[in-house]
T-cell receptor, first 115, second 114 residues
Framework: AQSVTQLGSHVSVSEGALVLLRCNYS??????LFWYVQYPNQGLQLLLK??????LVKGINGFEAEFKKSETSFHLTKPSAHMSDAAEYFC?????????????FGAGTRLAVHP | NAGVTQTPKFQVLKTGQSMTLQCAQD?????MYWYRQDPGMGLRLIYY???????DKGEVPNGYNVSRLNKREFSLRLESAAPSQTSVYFC?????????????FGEGSRLTVL
C-alpha cells in the first residue's frame, strides 16, 4: 500500500529564509505527487503537482518541488519565505492506475514564519 | 464563484444522534469525495463517488454512509454519532478520473460529538 511521510510536523523559519518541507513516499511504482496548502480555517488548495515529464515542478506563490525517484522524495522549497506563507502544507500521492484521485495525504507540516 | 460549498460549518452532537453533512459543487465535476482531518493524521478518505450513481468506500468508512444525490451533490450521514467522529470534515470534487486531476476542497465542517 502507498504511504506518505512528511518529516517534521512543525517547521519555523525567518522571513526571507529558505523554506524546505520534506516528503517521502512509499510505492513500488512512482505515483502522481501533489503538494497542497491549508490556510487557517480554510480548505486545501493545490500548490503544485507532478505527473510526468520534467522532475522540477513550479507552483503558485514561488514554491517548487523536485521529484527524485532514486530517493522516493518530493520535497517542497521556496527560496525566500514570506509572512503570508505561514500555513499547513500537505504532501499527497495518488496511484497511477485506477486512482480516481483517491489521494493519500501525509500528516502535514505546519510552517511558521517569524520576522 | 462558489466552488465547493459545505453545510453546516459547525455542529455539536450528543453521542447517538444522527446528522447529515451536505456538499454541493458548481464546477460540473464528475468525482466527489469526503475526507476527515484529525491532528497529526492528515486527511483520510471516508467515501468517494467516481461519477453520478456510484459510491465506494475509502480508508475509514465505518460509521458513515453517503448519497450521491445528483452530479452536484454528495452528502455524508452519521447514523449514530460517536466521540471518535469528532473531526473536521472536508468535501472535495475533481473533474479527472485518471488520478492526475486537482481536487477542489470546501471550507470544512467542524463536528464535535459529546
Amino acid at each position: 500500500a502507498q504511504s506518505v511521510t512528511q518529516l517534521g510536523s512543525h517547521v519555523s523559519v525567518s522571513e526571507g529564509a529558505l523554506v524546505l518541507l520534506r516528503c517521502n513516499y512509499s510505492s513500488s511504482v512512482p505515483p502522481y505527487l501533489f503538494w497542497y496548502v491549508q490556510y487557517p480555517n480554510q480548505g486545501l488548495q493545490l500548490l503544485l503537482k507532478y505527473t510526468t515529464g520534467a522532475t522540477l515542478v513550479k507552483g503558485i506563490n514561488g514554491f517548487e518541488a523536485e521529484f527524485k525517484k532514486s530517493e522516493t522524495s518530493f520535497h517542497l522549497t521556496k527560496p525566500s519565505a514570506h509572512m503570508s506563507d505561514a500555513a499547513e502544507y500537505f504532501c499527497a500521492v495518488s496511484p497511477r492506475a485506477g486512482g480516481y484521485n483517491k489521494l493519500i495525504f501525509g500528516a502535514g507540516t505546519r510552517l511558521a514564519v517569524h520576522p | 464563484n462558489a466552488g465547493v460549498t459545505q453545510t453546516p460549518k459547525f455542529q455539536v452532537l450528543k453521542t447517538g444522534q444522527s446528522m447529515t453533512l451536505q456538499c454541493a459543487q458548481d464546477m460540473n465535476h464528475n468525482s466527489m469525495y469526503w475526507y476527515r482531518q484529525d491532528p497529526g493524521m492528515g486527511l483520510r478518505l471516508i467515501y468517494y463517488s467516481a461519477s453520478e450513481g456510484t459510491t465506494d468506500k475509502g480508508e475509514v468508512p465505518n460509521g458513515y454512509n453517503v448519497s450521491r444525490l445528483n452530479k452536484r451533490e454528495f452528502s455524508l450521514r452519521l447514523e449514530s454519532a460517536a466521540p471518535s467522529q469528532t473531526s473536521v470534515y472536508f468535501c472535495a470534487s475533481s473533474q479527472s478520473q485518471g488520478g492526475t486531476g486537482e481536487l477542489f476542497f470546501g471550507e470544512g465542517s467542524r463536528l464535535t460529538v459529546l
